[in-house]
């Protein structure tokens, strides 16, 4: 969050953690939470009356019933100073009654209380000098969980705000704050962002050995698509090609966040708003309305409200679809749900109308008698295997596809490393992380064996027939069939000793056939 002022800022060296064993259980955020925060329509003009306002309205509404209930008051909330004591406060001016008096009236109102605060010294706002102070958590963390439990405090938004740390240090001081959020007993959502004024380390790792969600991607805007790779701003079709590969991270618990939803804020047509909600939904995303709730044309109301949608997003299996196929323009998403159903997603990211189609056995489904439910118009249909649509530009059509029996590949083996032959040089381990019969999505961890940090590496392999790579993350690939070479990007190309780095892909065909020739080689030792 907070890059408005700051886009230009480059950020390189990091290094990338291999993912933990460990994962975060403090029993909350079994499905993606759902509510509203204030940053997207009114930046740091809040105040106590405002949110109140808003949380009417989330009841009124209907929202809170469909399961909106996080309320999450952003940055400049506080005072810009602690008291004598080291406590944090309500900024007494804009918040006269005080947080815990507002965490009570939320929760008498059958909501849920959020709040932001950072790991730093400095909010985002305040790094800015839009907002005075410098009222960080940085050495309060025990003190300011203590805090927030006693405010009665739901959730906490925690994002980094700072050029300064490698991914292990944000993953060693984000861990503070859980557990110190741990320590006080009050079950409490832990929302982190680590690329706020960062270099992009969400997509670097599963966080959910530390948190039950961490932004994937630079900062959304109510635009479809901004060109960003990963930088700010992000537009919703941005957002879509960087967190959909991160599927296999998310469960209860963890889950990938794309960030807050820009429904109702102008800047796209309906049919992207549509498609933004629906996308969102499949994806296991934390539903966070930004719009002002108060003054909602019929549009917004009608994607918000969705019961369908919703249903999908809060499924007990708490699984993020996976990619079934994407050609460029016509792209694929399938969610398993807990009842045997299989949630798909036709979406079209070219600009005029075209026919999107999979079938039953692409997304999981065995059998020749199947029921499709549109999400949108909730006509149904019914097929023997064929699941199409006209979908229009940037639009997304969900099916909820029910009948047939479960056909998903069996959990892949344990990885087998494959050595560089290098003493001392690097290794690269594949890793098949998730196989759809008609495509899969994979890992390769790379690791440096010397005593000190490498820079640069190579990673050559090659793929078995059949199979074509049609997206790569954290490496730049030269390839996408039979040989196929990989290189660090900028941020991950320095490696600490005995350290890893890890980048991914997805790839076209049956995945159960592994790459040959998996070598990692550094510029010391190519060609040796």
């Not at 947080?99 to 008498?108: E, I, P, R, S, V």
């Not at 982190?192 to 630079?218: C, F, M, Y």
């Not at 959909?244 to 804020?265: K, Q, T």
């Not at 027939?465 to 900028?490: D, E, F, Y």
Request: aromatic fraction near 8%.
């Amino acid at each position: 969050m907070r890059t408005l002022l700051a886009a230009g800022i480059l950020i390189g060296g990091l290094i990338a953690l291999e993912d933990q064993a460990g994962a975060l259980d403090n029993g909350v955020a079994r499905t993606p939470p759902m509510g509203w925060n204030s940053w997207n329509t009114f930046g740091c003009s809040i105040n106590e009356a405002l949110i109140k306002q808003m949380a009417d309205a989330i009841v009124n509404s209907g929202l809170r019933d469909l399961g909106y209930k996080y309320v999450v008051v952003d940055d400049c909330w506080f005072d810009p100073a602690r008291d004598s004591a080291g406590n944090l406060r309500g900024n007494p001016s804009r918040f006269p009654g005080g947080m815990k008096a507002l965490g009570d009236y939320l929760h008498a109102n059958g909501l849920k209380f959020g709040i932001y605060q950072v790991p730093v010294d400095k909010t985002c706002a305040q790094y800015f000098g839009s907002y005075p102070g410098a009222t960080g958590s940085q050495g309060h963390e025990v003190q300011d969980a203590k805090q927030f439990a006693a405010w009665g405090v739901d959730y906490l938004k925690y994002d980094w705000c700072s050029p300064n740390g490698t991914i292990d240090d944000q993953v060693r001081t984000f861990a503070k704050m859980r557990d110190a959020l741990a320590a006080t007993g009050r079950p409490i959502v832990y929302s982190i962002n680590p690329n706020s004024i960062h270099a992009k380390t969400g997509p670097q790792r599963n966080w959910g050995d530390v948190a039950n969600l961490w932004r994937t991607t630079e900062d959304i805007t109510n635009k479809w698509n901004t060109g960003q790779t990963n930088g700010y701003p992000m537009g919703i079709q941005n957002i879509v090609d960087v967190t959909v590969p991160l599927a296999s991270y998310a469960r209860p618990g963890a889950f990938n966040d794309p960030d807050m939803m820009e429904i109702g804020r102008g800047g796209m047509t309906d049919t992207e708003m549509r498609s933004h909600f629906a996308l969102w939904a499949i994806m296991a995303s934390p539903l966070i309305a930004g719009n002002d709730l108060r003054a909602m044309d019929p549009a917004t109301t009608t994607i918000l409200k969705n019961p369908n949608l919703i249903a999908i997003n809060q499924d007990p299996l708490g699984l993020q679809a996976h990619q079934v196929s994407n050609d460029g323009t016509r792209r694929v998403l399938a969610k398993k749900l807990g009842n045997g159903d299989v949630a798909v997603a036709l979406f079209n990211q070219g600009g005029s109308t075209t026919t999107i189609s999979t079938t039953a056995t692409a997304i999981g489904l065995a059998g020749d008698s199947f029921t499709l439910h549109d999400a949108w118009t909730n006509t149904v249909s019914t097929s023997t295997g064929t699941i199409s649509a006209a979908v229009p530009s940037h639009g997304t059509v969900v099916y909820r596809v029910s009948g047939g029996t479960s056909s998903t590949p069996t959990p892949t083996p344990t990885p087998t490393p494959t050595p560089s032959g290098q003493p001392g040089g690097c290794t690269a381990t594949y890793r098949l992380v998730n196989d759809w019969g008609t495509g899969f999505q994979s890992e390769v961890t790379v690791t440096n064996n010397g005593p000190s940090a490498l820079n640069g590496w190579t990673v050559n392999m090659t793929l078995a027939g059949g199979q074509a790579i049609t997206s790569l993350w954290n490496g730049v690939n030269t390839g996408t069939t039979g040989m196929v070479t990989v290189k660090n990007t900028s941020y991950n190309g320095t490696i600490a000793a005995n350290g890893t780095t890890t980048f991914g892909f997805t790839a076209n065909g049956n995945g159960s056939t592994a790459p040959t020739g998996v070598t990692c080689t550094t510029p010391t030792s190519q060609g040796r």
